[in-house]
C-alpha cells in the first residue's frame, strides 16, 4: 500500500532524514517509533504532501507521490502533529470546512459529519465553538476531520501527546476499530507502549534513519536480547556464588543479587528456585525484567527512547 525508498531531507544544514525506506502492507499498522527530533514529522510531511524531499520516491496505493500528488491526497487522511482548527467556530461547523476541502459533496457530508461526531462522543457539544474545547477533545475533532473522506490510509503523528486520559482511552478505542475495518495506519510516538500495543510491524527512526524494522518479536530477535530473571536473597555468600556461577552461564552479581540471563524465562526460573533452595539461599523477591522496546532501542542506540 505504501513504499518509500530511501527518503532524504535536509533542511539548510540540518540533514533531518538520511535515507529511509519501508513498505506497508494494506491494512497493516504501522509504528513510527523514536525520540523528540528523529524525523517522524518530517516523514509524515512528505508522505501527506505537505514537504517535498531532497531525494528518494514515495508510492501510496500504487500512486507515485511525485507524479501523481491528487491521487495520493485522495487515499490518505492526515492527522497533523499540531492540532489545525478554527477556534471561532463550532465543532460541526469545522468538520463541514474541513470535509469540503476533501471535496466530499455536502449532502454527504452533513450525514457523515454527523456520525463522527458520534463515533468521537462529540455530538452533544457539536455546536460549541472549538474555542471552549479541551486539548484532548480539540485531538479528536482533529482526527474526526481526517476520516471525513474515508480515506484507505491514515496518518496520524503522535495524537495522543498532552491530552487527558478520557481523550485518550477513546482515541485508542477508535483506532483500534479502523484497524480491524481494515484501515491502513501510519502512527508516530515516542511512547513505547502505543507502539507495543497497536502495531503490527515498528520502524525505530533515530537521527534521520530507521535503525530497526519488524514486528516486535523480529525486532527481540533481531537484538538477541535476553530477559533477566532478578533474585535477590537476604545474604549471599562468594563461596555460594561461585558455586552458581559455575553452573549458570550468563550471570552478573549485584550485591544481595542474582541477575540471569534468559532465552527461556518459564523453565529457567523453575531451574533457579530449585537450585537456590539446594544451596540453602533464602530469596526475599524475584523480578522478571522482559525486553521491550525501550531496552531494545537502549541497546540499539545507548539512548533512552524519553528525555
Ligand atoms: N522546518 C524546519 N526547519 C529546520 N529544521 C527542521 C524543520 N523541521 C524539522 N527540522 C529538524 O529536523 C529534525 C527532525 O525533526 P522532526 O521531523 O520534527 O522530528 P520528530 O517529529 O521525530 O520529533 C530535527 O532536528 C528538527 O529540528
Ligand atoms: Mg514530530
Known amino acids: 500500500m505504501i513504499s518509500v525508498s530511501n527518503l532524504k531531507k535536509s533542511y539548510d544544514s540540518i540533514q533531518a532524514l538520511k535515507g529511509i525506506s519501508f513498505q506497508i502492507e494494506k491494512g497493516e499498522f504501522f509504528g513510527l517509533l523514536g525520540p523528540n527530533g528523529a524525523g ?5 510531511s512528505i508522505l501527506s504532501t505537505i514537504v517535498e524531499p531532497s531525494e528518494g520516491t514515495v ?6 507521490l511525485k507524479k501523481n500528488p491528487a491521487e495520493c491526497k485522495k487515499t490518505i487522511g492526515v492527522v497533523p502533529q499540531e492540532i489545525a482548527l478554527y477556534n471561532e467556530l463550532s465543532a460541526y461547523d ?11 459533496p455536502s449532502a454527504e457530508l452533513k450525514t457523515r459529519s454527523e456520525e463522527i461526531l458520534k463515533l468521537f462522543g462529540l455530538y452533544d457539544r457539536r455546536n460549541d465553538k472549538v474555542k471552549t474545547y479541551s486539548g484532548g477533545m480539540k485531538r479528536r475533532i482533529n482526527i474526526a476531520s481526517a476520516l471525513l473522506h474515508k480515506p484507505v490510509v491514515l496518518f496520524m503523528d503522535e495524537p495522543t501527546v498532552g491530552i487527558d486520559p478520557q481523550s485518550r482511552n477513546l482515541i485508542f478505542e477508535v483506532v483500534e476499530k479502523l484497524h480491524k475495518e481494515g484501515m491502513t495506519i501510519v502512527y508516530t510516538t515516542h511512547y513505547m507502549e502505543e507502539a507495543e500495543r497497536f502495531c503490527d510491524r515498528i520502524g525505530i527512526i533515530d537521527d534521520g534513519r530507521i535503525i530497526a524494522q519488524g514486528s516486535l518479536e523480529e525486532l527481540k530477535k533481531s537484538c538477541q536480547m535476553k530477559e533477566t530473571i532478578v533474585v535477590s536473597f537476604v545474604l549471599l555468600s562468594d563461596t555460594i556464588f561461585d558455586q552458581i556461577v559455575s553452573e ?19 523453565s529457567d526460573l523453575a531451574k533457579i528456585i530449585i537450585r537456590c533452595s539446594e544451596t540453602g539461599l533464602d530469596i526475599v523477591h524475584i523480578d522478571i525484567q522482559k525486553v521491550n522496546l525501550e531496552t531494545i ?3 540499539l542506540t545507548g539512548k533512552q527512547l524519553r528525555d
Open 40 to 44: 517522524k514529522t518530517t516523514t509524515i
Open 59 to 64: 508510492s501510496i496505493a500504487g500512486f507515485d
Open 94 to 104: 469545522n468538520l463541514l470546512f474541513w470535509g469540503g476541502l476533501y471535496g466530499v
Open 248 to 266: 549458570w552461564k550468563d550471570l552478573k552479581r549485584i550485591e544481595n543479587s542474582i541477575h540471569f540471563y534468559s532465552s527461556n524465562v518459564k
Open 297 to 299: 532501542f537502549l541497546s
